[in-house]
């Protein structure tokens, strides 16, 4: 069985010149770079949505732009991602039913329990404008805590964070690990490099 994530001889200079890394069930790695090291065009490259230039990415032995890749993978990106003019609780049904392939009704409840566990209702109710980024950031989280994928890609997950949701966001992450191999693309200071089964420094 090819690994969960694959990434060989990954450049994007000047940021990375050469890259590469393995991750199977269960794993969290931890890639660590500072600002301007080139993670965001990273796990953009991992997602589909930019030319990977040279080396190959591979995602349970798919293309990252391939359904198969989709249908098993999860992405958070550090900016949230969210559409401007629509409450974030609606896109977050129509974005886990898209990646469970399931209609918008049969995940409400589900997504309704679940914010209302992280304290977050009357703020996934609102626009993205009228909440902090703090909230916005912890919401974006639903799709990975709901779908249980097999891969997880996360862009500096816990950088919005207030104190206090930190730790709830750590939790989440850390119970998808008996099946799910998770990328995290964080700083040094994160919490998340502390709890990483491998630390992996980008060149």
Do not use: H
Not at 27 to 54: F, Q
Not at 132 to 149: D, F
């Amino acid at each position: 069985m090819p690994p969960y994530i694959s990434i060989g001889g990954y450049s994007d200079p000047p940021r990375i010149t050469y890259f590469s890394v393995e991750a199977d069930s269960g794993e969290l790695i931890a890639l660590v770079g500072g600002p301007g090291s080139g993670k965001s065009n990273l796990i953009k490259s991992i997602a589909g949505i930019r030319s990977t230039g040279s080396g190959s990415i591979r995602i349970m032995g798919a293309r990252p732009a391939s359904l198969r890749a989709r249908e098993k993978a999860v992405f958070i990106f550090q900016n949230s991602n969210f559409a401007p003019d629509l409450a974030v609780k609606n896109q977050l049904e129509r974005r886990i039913a898209l990646i469970l392939g399931v209609p918008v009704g049969s995940i409400q409840r589900d997504v309704a329990v679940w914010c209302e566990e992280m304290e977050l209702t009357d703020a996934a109710a609102q626009i993205p404008g009228q909440m902090n980024r703090s909230q916005l950031q912890m919401l974006s989280l639903a799709p990975l805590a709901l779908t249980s994928p097999f891969v997880a890609v996360l862009d500096e997950p816990m950088a919005n964070l207030s104190s206090l949701m930190v730790s709830s966001a750590l939790e989440i992450i850390v119970s998808m690990l008996e099946k799910t191999s998770v990328l995290v693309l964080v700083q040094n200071k994160s919490p998340l490099v502390k709890r990483a089964d491998r630390v992996v420094n980008l060149p």
